[in-house]
């Protein structure tokens, strides 16, 4: 198995990751259920976070003809979580998402396989 690129967590402050690890609750267990199964079954498959540093900027973020065809909305809200995606882009999500959030975690899967990615608001 590759080794995980840790590279990624460079531009993330260890505090961001806390903050959603804190976050974790009994309804995210399905997210690492489904990325024990993708394992289990050598699927191509991530763990991502959606990092929100300006929630204010987050939910309002529709500057741009990418993200305007999803909605005239940003992000769900201004939250940070963790979620599962694979190749086939099947999402795994625990919390409300936006369309603007579907796009960003299936974008991830753009991401080498088997390290870990972030996309950020």
């Keep these: 198995m590759p080794e995980l690129d840790h590279e990624v967590f460079s531009s993330v402050e260890p505090d961001r990751l ?13 997210v690492f259920e489904r990325a024990l199964r993708a394992i289990d079954e050598r699927d191509l498959a991530w763990l991502g976070f959606k990092i929100v540093l300006d929630p204010a900027v987050a939910v309002t973020n529709v500057d741009n003809e990418v993200t305007k065809k999803f909605g005239d909305k940003g992000s769900a809200n201004g939250d940070s979580f ?3 995606a694979n190749d086939a882009k099947e999402i795994v999500c625990a919390h409300e998402y ?3 959030d579907l796009m960003q975690m299936k974008d991830v899967t753009r991401a080498p ?3 870990t990615s972030s996309s950020m608001a």
Excluded: M, N, Q, V
């Design 113 to 115: 396989p088997c390290t």
């Design 98 to 100: 936006s369309g603007r």
């Design 18 to 30: 806390c903050e959603i690890a804190a976050k974790l609750t009994a309804a995210d267990i399905p």
């Design 82 to 84: 963790i979620f599962f």
